[in-house]
């Protein structure tokens, strides 16, 4: 007889909250085999082996929207190349992109930290004074401030 899961269980032997398992049935990646008749989810082998596939995935870069197409791949007779490695090629752009940006914050942080250090160890820090003003050394986003009212 083939194992059956509750959403607990699955969830458990996926190492996952089980908001997770429901998150990704509500996003179509995910399905029960099965529901009791007290309306419980049902789940079987197949179920754990595409939750650890999602799992997996997510880890390497992927986003939800690829390995929907992925899944579909998978699923499929045949997972053309082409395809994948379209998906790939996706996701090492925007590696590129953040690494990029993350090199910028680390370049900001690195003068603020050169700006704090300077002067008294008892004087009030600069960063705290400037941190939100434009600066010609980078950015000053804020998802609470509108453009131009910092």
């Known amino acids: 007889m083939e194992q059956r899961y509750s959403i607990s269980q699955l969830a458990r032997a996926a190492g996952v909250p089980t908001s997770t398992v429901r998150y990704y049935e509500r996003c179509r990646l995910l399905r029960p085999d099965a529901r009791t008749v007290a309306n419980y989810r049902v789940y079987g082998p197949a179920a754990l082996d595409r939750l650890c596939f999602i799992r997996a995935a997510q880890a390497n870069g ?20 082409k395809e994948v490695q379209r998906l790939i090629k996706d996701r090492l752009g925007d590696l590129e992109k953040r ?15 050169t700006t704090c250090q300077q002067g008294r160890q008892n004087e009030r820090c600069p960063v705290i004074e400037n941190i939100g003003k434009k600066s010609s050394k980078g950015p000053a986003k804020s998802a609470c401030c509108p453009a131009g009212k910092t």
Do not use: H, M, Y
Not at 65 to 79: M, P, Q
């Open 99 to 113: 690494l990029e940006e993350l090199q910028q914050v680390k370049t900001v942080l690195n003068t603020l930290l």
């Open 62 to 81: 992927f986003t939800l929207e690829d390995i929907a197409v992925l899944l579909d791949l998978r699923d499929g007779k045949n997972a053309p190349r």
